[in-house]
T-cell receptor, first 108, second 116 residues
C-alpha cells in the first residue's frame, strides 16, 4: 500500500542553521514526490517536485529510491521558512497521499 | 485572477444534519480534487474529477459522502447525516493539466466543518 511518513511533528532550529525535514514513502512503482508548504493563515501550496530537480527558496529534495526517502533540505534556515511542510506521493496520476506534516519553527 | 474559492469557510452542524460544501476551481482547470484534513493530520484524498466525470471516489469514507461536478466547473461535496468524526477541514484543489511531472494543484482555503 502507498504511504508517506514524516516522523517529526515539530522541528525547531535557529536562524542560519541547516534544516532537514524527513520524508519516507512506500510505493512499489516509480514514485512522483512533492513537497507542499503552508504558511500561517495561507493555503497549501506546492514547494517543489522531485521530477523537476528544482531549488525553490533555497530548498532542495533528492529522491533516494534505495532508502525510499525524499528529505527536504536547506543549508541556512530563515525565519520566514517557519511553516507546516507536507510530503506527498502521487499515485496513478490522480491520487495524492500526504504525510502528516512537520511544523518547522525557525528561531531568531 | 482569483484562485480556488470554497464556501462556507466555517460550518457548524448538529449531528444528523446534512451539509453541502462548495468549491469554485480556477477557471479552465480540468481536474478537481477533494480532501479531508483532520486535526494534526495531512490531507486525505476523497475524490477526483476530470471535467464532469468523477474518475476516482475511492477515498470517500462512507456512502454518506457524495460529490458532484455537473458542468465541469463548480463542485459540491455533500455529507448526509453528519457525525462527529466528520469534523475536519475539507480542502478543494484544482489543476490545469494532467501531465506526468507537471502536476500542480492549487488549493482553496478550506471549509472547517464542526459537528456537534
Amino acid at each position: 500500500a502507498q504511504r508517506v511518513t514524516q516522523p517529526e511533528k515539530l522541528l525547531s532550529v535557529f536562524k542560519g542553521a541547516p534544516v532537514e525535514l524527513k520524508c519516507n514513502y512506500s510505493y512499489s512503482g516509480s514514485p512522483e514526490l512533492f513537497w507542499y508548504v503552508q504558511y500561517s493563515r495561507q493555503r497549501l501550496q506546492l514547494l517543489l517536485r522531485h521530477i523537476s530537480r528544482e531549488s525553490i527558496k533555497g530548498f532542495t529534495a533528492d529522491l533516494n529510491k534505495g532508502e525510499t526517502s525524499f528529505h527536504l533540505k536547506k543549508p541556512f534556515a530563515q525565519e520566514e521558512d517557519s511553516a507546516m511542510y507536507y510530503c506527498a506521493l502521487l499515485y496513478n496520476f490522480n491520487k495524492f497521499y500526504f504525510g502528516s506534516g512537520t511544523k518547522l519553527n525557525v528561531k531568531p | 485572477g482569483a484562485g480556488v474559492s470554497q464556501s462556507p469557510r466555517y460550518k457548524v452542524a448538529k449531528r444528523g444534519q446534512d451539509v453541502a460544501l462548495r468549491c469554485d476551481p480556477i477557471s479552465g482547470h480540468v481536474s478537481l480534487f477533494w480532501y479531508q484534513q483532520a486535526l494534526g493530520q495531512g490531507p486525505e484524498f476523497l475524490t477526483y474529477f476530470q471535467n464532469e466525470a468523477q474518475l476516482d471516489k475511492s477515498g470517500l469514507p462512507s456512502d454518506r459522502f457524495f460529490a458532484e461536478r455537473p458542468e465541469g466547473s463548480v463542485s459540491t461535496l455533500k455529507i448526509q447525516r453528519t457525525q462527529q468524526e466528520d469534523s475536519a477541514v475539507y480542502l478543494c484543489a484544482s489543476s490545469l493539466v494532467i501531465v506526468q511531472g507537471a502536476y500542480e494543484q492549487y488549493f482553496g482555503p478550506g471549509t472547517r466543518l464542526t459537528v456537534t
